[in-house]
């Protein structure tokens, strides 16, 4: 049996773009929808896509994703976060089609001593965790031929993320105070596209047992945010400019608009007992990005 055919909402964030990089390579058939062609703040225009759909599968990138924004703009995150991905859902369910959402470790409340599993409480802090609880919730509601990946600290070497900051900022400053109290996995937009098409690949050869639900994935391992900014500041110290020195601090010492989990770290257990996917460390993940980075530098002198 051929790859299925995917239609794939989001083309410019990070997870969109790895994904359209990663189906090409594997020779896989993705339509790919922009904003343009189908807005997130309009849901008619999302459903009419997956109406028209000749594709087997159907997989969603797209979200409102800047969260320190989304506490003054939660209407708006709610609507393309929630609203939308529901209506979404609908119309797979209308077709028979399997819906692969992603969503996000902000759903719990961090204060879980322990890695989360999929079934523990949720208790979203922020704008942006209610506003993506919501679109799980709408997604379960519409169909049971869904596939909910929660994930987190997501980078890449395309668009805005924590990785490109610290080396902007690391070659500007000669200091960076970085929070040391909160916990996760920094993920590669990379890995998490490679999970989303084996999970593709096996719903559309033949869904294994207990192959719809939740799902945590993220690369292996655990680390802080400070400890996160060491790595890439080290790692990259070889070919760029890098002067700063990081320094720990409290979440206290760095007061953002939106709370964020103290602890962000998930059980991945599950993803690798139905679908067999393994973590790639996350220091191995990061030193691929980064050699993607230096390379894109060089290209650029």
């Not at 924590?162 to 000669?174: A, S």
């Not at 096996?202 to 192959?211: E, G, M, T, V």
Request: with cysteine.
């Amino acid at each position: 049996m051929s790859g299925p055919r995917i239609l794939q909402f989001g083309t410019i964030g990070q997870l969109g773009i790895e994904l359209m990089a990663a189906a090409r390579d594997a020779g896989l058939p993705v339509t790919a929808i922009s904003q343009d062609v189908a807005d997130f703040t309009r849901p008619d225009d999302v459903v009419r896509a997956v109406r028209e759909t000749e594709a087997d599968i159907v997989v969603n990138a797209a979200a409102y994703t800047a969260v320190d924004k989304a506490e003054s703009e939660e209407a708006l995150a709610r609507t393309i976060n929630a609203d939308t991905v529901g209506a979404m859902a609908q119309a797979c369910a209308a077709r028979g089609l399997p819906l692969i959402h992603v969503s996000t470790d902000y759903v719990f409340d961090g204060a879980k001593p322990a890695p989360y599993v999929e079934t523990d409480r949720v208790n979203p802090q922020n704008a942006y965790g209610r506003t993506k609880l919501a679109g799980e919730l709408a997604v379960a509601a519409a169909t049971p031929r869904h596939v909910i990946l929660r994930t987190s600290w997501v980078y890449s070497a395309h668009g805005n993320n924590f990785v490109k900051t610290m080396l902007r900022l690391g070659t500007e400053r000669d200091t960076l105070n970085v929070v040391n109290d909160q916990y996760g996995a920094p993920t590669s937009a990379a890995n998490i596209a490679a999970a989303i098409l084996s999970i593709a690949r096996a719903l559309h050869a033949r869904a294994p047992q207990d192959s719809f639900g939740t799902f945590h994935f993220t690369d292996g391992g655990e680390t802080s945010w400070y400890g996160f900014a060491q790595a890439i500041l080290e790692e990259a110290q070889a070919w760029t400019a890098i002067k700063a020195q990081v320094h720990p601090i409290p979440t206290s010492g760095y007061p953002t608009p939106a709370r964020r989990p103290v602890n962000s770290r998930l059980d991945c257990a599950k993803i690798e007992r139905v679908y067999g996917i393994g973590l790639v460390p996350w220091r191995d993940a990061l030193t691929r990005v980064l050699a993607q980075l230096k390379a894109q530098q060089e290209a650029a002198l």
